[in-house]
């Protein structure tokens, strides 16, 4: 298993893993393009990608501090650093085929050391309540994560507007999202 930075070469199946495991419609490359610009921040990328072999089995998306918009869904009044210091942690997908071996936390890993380098502090998350056995909740707090506030209906308006289908409600989504935060 190899970890690496994600390049244009592996977008293609980066694309099919996030949908898979996401639902679909959740990424496409005009997307997946904006976040790869988001990632960098002094020539170093905090995307990465696990590969067995030549596919792609994981994917970690995560945004430079200072490199991304608030929404209604953050709470920077509740974070332990101010907003320029905060990177985002954007998305994880492990194959539904290699859960349970590590790769989230390496891919996690990776990011997080990969942020540091360009400044940032801390990073924020909105984990995926529902996620099968609250996985992404369970795996994001094992690696420090630490719960700032529930947000219910986290992809109700992305399923309408943008026609999200997610693996759990179809469309609309119902599900709710874990503001969660790192300190590094």
Known sequence: MNIIPLTETYYQQALLLANKVHGDNYLDLPSLIDMQKKASKNAINANFIALEGDTVV?????????????????????????????????????????????????????SINALKQQGAKAGIGHLWQQSPGNGAVKYFTKAGGKLIKEHKNRWYEYSIK???????????CHCSAAEMVIEF
């Open 58 to 110: 994981g994917l970690r998306l995560s945004y430079a501090a200072n490199q991304w918009p608030l929404d209604e869904w953050c709470t920077p009044s509740l974070w332990p650093c101010a907003q320029t210091d905060m990177a985002y942690f954007k998305c994880i997908a492990i194959d539904p085929n290699q859960q349970g071996k590590g790769i989230g936390p390496k891919l996690l890993t990776a």
């Open 162 to 172: 943008e026609n999200y289908q997610c693996t759990i409600c179809g469309v609309p």
